[in-house]
């Protein structure tokens, strides 16, 4: 049996639609007919062969997240069932097949079932940004309720849930965004910082009378985590899943604060804790479900066949929310 499949043969090349062998479930594993596949910036790096650390080998398919249905079920797997609803991030790295295809083997192990109030679609977009943002606020700054936040690019993907998941623990949130952002960040429950027209001391100042934030979550890298470092309280906390560059840590020392970095691919690429991601995703379901956090989709529609112009929305920075690619 053959299924259809978003082939990359060479990096920056072209996606090729193309016959692939359907894959079989192993132990521990399910089959997933996907029916949407949510693309991350993370996407066009790995097309583009500049992700070393995503280690992709050609030929591949991309595609990092996804949402379906189980078609079938591997030994070794209890959790799930053929006809459940789920999402994950589950390939797309590490040689492993990813959901730009219209089924994937993948470890049950990553997967949650589906928040019932989704569509395929909005739940496609939520696994990386969620996992990433849970992994820093949570597990490394063990946010508290009452503690302040600053979210640096408060409307990308993984910054507007961010601003969510902070939200929903309790804490008092601030987002950098450009000005056309600033609504969406105030909906979402932040309050808009515009960090083109002051520097960040002086938003210091304004908002938190000099004392900087508890926690900042950088999602942007290089200058904003420079910032980071300035923006954070004493004894504070900066986290970023982009800390690529030379940073001076001397304004973190001075503040005796602590960073974390996070590596989200990484159980992806080691095997290991991937138990963990599915239990992330659940608690995604959980606050989903009860109305306290929801995804921010780009309206475009695309397919397997339009999927070349889904990749240029964001490498072209024209995405106004997550950019996903329906499959089924």
């Given amino acids: 049996m053959t299924m259809q499949a978003l082939v990359l043969n060479s990096y920056n090349g072209p996606l090729e639609l193309t016959e692939i062998s359907m894959p079989q479930p192993g132990h521990g594993q399910v089959r997933v007919r996907i029916a949407a596949s949510g693309l991350n910036p993370l996407d066009t790096k790995i097309r583009a062969g500049s992700a070393a ?29 053929v006809g459940d609803e789920v999402y994950g991030m589950t390939g797309g790295v590490g040689g492993i097949q990813g959901s ?9 192990d990553l997967l949650a079932i589906k928040p019932a109030n989704l569509s395929m679609r909005e739940a496609a977009a939520l696994p990386l940004a969620f996992i990433t943002s849970y992994s820093g606020i949570v597990d490394r700054a063990r946010l508290q309720a009452g503690q302040t936040v600053l979210v640096q690019g ?42 083109q027209s002051q520097p960040v001391e002086a938003y210091v100042a304004s908002l938190t009378q000099g004392a900087g934030f508890d926690l900042v979550v950088d999602t942007v890298g290089g200058p904003s985590l420079d910032a980071a470092f300035v923006a954070v309280k004493h004894f504070g906390h900066v986290v970023s899943a982009l800390g690529w560059g030379t940073h001076a840590l001397a304004p973190l020392s ?18 290991q804790h991937r138990a963990h991601h599915g239990a992330m995703l659940r ?26 112009a889904a990749y240029d929305a964001i490498t072209d920075a024209s995405a106004r929310g997550k950019i996903v690619v329906d499959v089924a």
Avoid: C, W
Avoid at 58 to 80: E, K, N, Q, W, Y
Avoid at 100 to 108: F, H, I, P, T
Avoid at 262 to 268: E, K, M, S, V
């Fill in 254 to 271: 001075f503040r005796e604060a602590t960073y974390s970095g996070i590596f989200t691919l990484y159980p992806l690429l080691s095997g």
């Fill in 283 to 308: 608690e995604a379901t959980r606050l989903v479900e009860a109305g306290k956090l929801t995804p921010n989709l780009d309206p475009r529609r695309f397919d397997l066949r339009s999927a070349e």
């Fill in 53 to 81: 650390h995503a280690k992709h080998p050609l030929p591949l398919v991309l595609g990092i997240d996804m949402a379906g249905v189980v078609d079938a079920v591997g030994p070794g797997v209890a959790a799930f069932h």
């Fill in 100 to 108: 730009l295809a219209q089924y994937a083997v993948v470890d049950a």
């Fill in 154 to 195: 408060g409307a990308g993907g993984v910054g507007h849930v961010s601003v969510q998941l902070a939200r929903a623990l309790g804490a008092q949130v601030f987002a950098t965004a450009g000005l056309r952002d600033h609504d969406l960040v105030a909906r979402l429950g932040a309050t808009p910082i515009d960090y």
